[in-house]
């Protein structure tokens, strides 16, 4: 089973994310961290983040790039976290894939997906800003346009976390409830 997990900034994503690896029941926990710290507040957020899974039985693996280089067993849930991280690595970082990152991402997801029991994907919705980028942050925002697309069509749930509130928008709950209730 895939589950793509988006939202905003502080939206209650990724402890969505986690519950839902959680509600799998016991076994091994994957956590792949995609956040490559380079400064102050990035060390911050990481440290937050692993604050969030103490206690919850995860194996932390750092992967900033090569995500099809990765291996793990069909017994293992998987939650990456995330996305927007691991395309940005991807598309900067000197070992990254550059101009092949949509591919490179793709062709981890598909291993990922065909090796796990459980895979939960972490993604930002940057989407609906009304400022205007030029450049690189356009070329990232298409990339991670393509990726989430990608996912989201090989997913077998979609879920909006908006408010600490889950919206699934395939997959999950129906249509007829697909806000779920607290």
Avoid at 9 to 28: Q, R
Avoid at 46 to 60: D, I, L, P, S
Avoid at 95 to 114: F, H, P, Q, R, W
Wanted: a negative charge; charged letters at 30%.
């Amino acid at each position: 089973m895939m589950t793509v997990v988006t939202g905003g900034s502080g939206s209650g994503k990724s402890a969505f994310a986690e519950d839902k690896i959680l509600s799998f029941g016991p076994g091994k926990r994957i956590y792949i961290a995609t956040m490559h710290p380079y400064d102050e507040e990035s060390h911050k957020r990481v440290a937050r983040h692993r604050n969030m899974r103490a206690g919850k039985g995860f194996e932390t693996v750092e992967c900033y790039t090569g995500l099809k280089k990765l291996d793990f067993s069909e017994d293992e849930a998987v939650l990456l976290e995330c996305m927007s991280n691991l395309a940005a690595n991807e598309m900067f970082e000197e070992d990254g894939a550059g101009e092949n990152t949509v591919e490179e991402i793709m062709e981890g997801v598909k291993k990922l997906k065909s090796q796990v029991r459980h895979l939960v994907i972490v993604t930002n919705e940057i989407f609906s800003e009304a400022a205007a980028y030029e450049g690189d942050t356009v070329r990232y925002q298409e990339y991670l346009g393509k990726i989430n697309q990608s996912i989201g069509k090989m997913a077998d749930e979609v879920v909006e976390v908006v408010y600490g509130i889950p919206i699934w928008h395939k997959g999950g709950k129906g249509v007829e409830n697909a806000v779920e209730q607290l």
